[in-house]
């Protein structure tokens, strides 16, 4: 499936800053086999003093911008052409959690992809109780890794109610959970929080999802949102399978994949300092289209 992508990020501050830096990850993946980035430009206004483009440990694209001068406003804008290519998963070949634990034993590597950057508590992920006690009531005995995922997936979806206005994107996923709604980032949170603590690597997905608009009615410009899921490594045979909680199901052609990480804090589309005053207003707007597939 072919997408046209545009996204624009626009900050608006009570006064000129006297200074800002800024780190920005927008730009769609690479994935070999699943994802291809065919075109991408990120535009920033006003200039930077300074820009450069590089990828980070995790091998997402970024941009790293400096402003010497005072600036009042910001605009970020990504416009991209990525083809999404949907990898079925037909057979279940991921382990037993017992034998996921001697095959992560086995893997002594420490590169991007290890799946021991996954297991341990993280910036914004650590260790809750409760979440523990719920990943574990919901397994089935026996259950193998990719059975672990989607029963814990399953049971998060029938737990917790998606609220666009229940959290903001400092909420911990202890509270989240324990209110029992929140927006993507926070089902997302969680599991990997629950996964995790049953010795499951898990990490985060930043990306796109296509949203359908009601039948009979025209989409809406601008009507798509940045989205997150999970990614958990089932065992040296599956590898990483990638999971969406907020709407129970596999990521497949629809979820176009932008950073990989252990949780926000590792892919936030605009991370960085502003030395202002006053108040701040920002917008967010996004547009999936699909070219045919």
Known sequence: MLYDLSLTIAYDYGRPSAQARNVLRVLPANRIGEQRRITGMISV?????????????????????????????????????????????????????????????????????????FLSASPRVGFDPAI????????????????????????LHAEMRFDPKA???????????????????????????????????????????????????PRLEGADA???WVRVWCGIELGWIEYDPTNDLLAGSDHISVAVGRDYSDVAPVKGAVRSSGTQKSTHSVDVIPLGG
């Open 226 to 228: 940045m989205h997150a």
């Open 132 to 155: 523990t006690a719920f990943t574990r009531a919901a397994l089935v005995p026996g259950c193998t890794a990719l059975g672990a995922l989607q029963s814990v997936g399953q049971a």
């Open 45 to 117: 206004t006003p200039r930077p003093a300074e820009r450069s483009d590089r990828s980070d440990f995790f091998g997402n694209a970024i941009a790293e911008l400096a402003f010497h001068q005072p600036i009042k406003t910001l605009k970020v804008t990504l416009q991209s052409r990525v083809e999404r290519l949907s990898r079925p998963l037909q057979f279940d070949l991921s382990p037993s959690l017992p034998r996921l634990a001697q095959e992560l034993a086995a893997q002594p590597g420490l590169d991007p992809e290890s799946p021991h950057h």
């Open 167 to 217: 959290t903001d994107v400092d909420t911990p996923p202890s509270e989240a959970f324990a209110n029992r709604h929140g927006v993507c980032q926070d089902f997302s949170h969680v599991m990997i929080a629950g996964l995790r603590s049953i010795g499951i690597p898990a990490g985060y997905v930043s990306g796109f999802l296509r949203t359908e608009p009601p039948e009979g009615q």
